[in-house]
């Protein structure tokens, strides 16, 4: 059903929602829920770089991540079964299961590098998935993403915006990593894009629109309040939180989230790079990476 809890989360003085507003508080709330969709799927004011919606390109390898997590072979970066004998293209593992259709605790045979439970959880094939379906309009490309959402939604229990995780660094990430460090930050970034590439979706209904920007904005708060103190993931931790702030100004908390992570960014700046411009962790790696989270955050 209608999650109304977004309705604490969005401005209701944002003037581009002022029919929300005046829905939410006549009591209509059958109008109310679709006055967001009706919004967003109208909305000028915000311009997100970061995506083509008129002619979206996307490369083969794209589309077989695309396609394959139709058949429930999950893209987790890095990592795949084999590879197509004639073509080449990566074949991905297969988190079906028989009884409960997506075993979400799965870890292939022979795989102990921890970065395969970590990386299932960044949710890495529903971006692709998302900009196929812009191209084609083929609505399996969503009705899988809102099932396989879904499922993964009711599998963890979301643990509150504080829910006082140890300080990050050692085993403890082990636990409930699913909700900790650059899982949740790429989830929100990605999801900023995936929204707007199936909001014109048929299949799109207030409720479960409702449903995703609710996740989203909790998810935004408990980055918030899981900032790591200093590495590599608090760059990306903060770009999640600006982006969120900047290309989802709707939400309450848009402006702080935009604020206080631009400030945090700067302060970033100093205390992660030495004179010469290189990352204090000394791998080229990580070094590309908070460069290219900083060049993203200045195009918005």
Avoid at 56 to 77: C, G, H
Avoid at 236 to 262: D, H, R, Y
């Amino acid at each position: 059903g209608f999650d109304t809890s977004i309705f604490d989360l969005l401005n209701p003085d944002y003037p581009e929602l002022g029919k929300v507003k005046s829905a939410f508080e006549s009591g209509n709330n059958g109008l109310a829920a679709a006055e967001p969709l009706d919004y967003y799927r109208n909305r000028t004011n915000v311009v997100n770089p970061f995506i083509d919606l008129v002619a979206p390109a996307f490369t083969a390898s794209e589309k077989n991540i695309a396609d394959q997590a139709l058949e429930t072979r999950f893209y987790v970066r890095n990592f795949y079964e084999s590879k197509d004998p004639v073509t080449g293209a990566e074949i991905y593992y297969s988190f079906a299961d028989k009884d409960s259709g997506i075993n979400w605790e799965y870890v292939p045979d022979g795989v102990t590098s921890q970065e395969f439970r970590y990386q299932k959880h960044r949710h890495q094939w529903m971006e692709p998935q998302a900009k196929i379906y812009r191209a084609t309009r083929d609505e399996r490309y969503f009705e899988n993403w809102q099932a396989v959402y879904q499922s993964w939604l009711d599998f963890y229990e979301f643990p509150g915006e504080n829910p006082g995780f140890p300080e990050p660094g050692g085993a403890e990430n082990d636990v409930d990593y699913q909700w900790k460090g650059l899982q949740v930050a790429e989830r929100v970034l990605s999801q900023i894009n995936i929204l707007s590439y199936y909001m014109c979706s048929d299949n799109l209904t207030p409720a479960w629109l409702s449903t995703v920007l609710t996740m989203f904005a909790h998810q935004v708060e408990l980055i918030r309040n899981t900032y790591y103190r200093d590495s590599n993931i608090r760059v990306t931790q903060l770009q999640a939180v600006a982006t969120a702030g900047i290309l989802m100004p709707e939400f309450k908390n848009a402006g702080t989230w935009a604020s206080e992570a631009c400030k945090l960014l700067k302060q970033e700046l100093d205390n992660q790079f030495f004179d010469d411009g290189v990352l204090f962790e000394l791998d080229p790696s990580y070094h590309i990476a908070a460069i290219a989270d900083f060049i993203n955050i200045s195009t918005l």
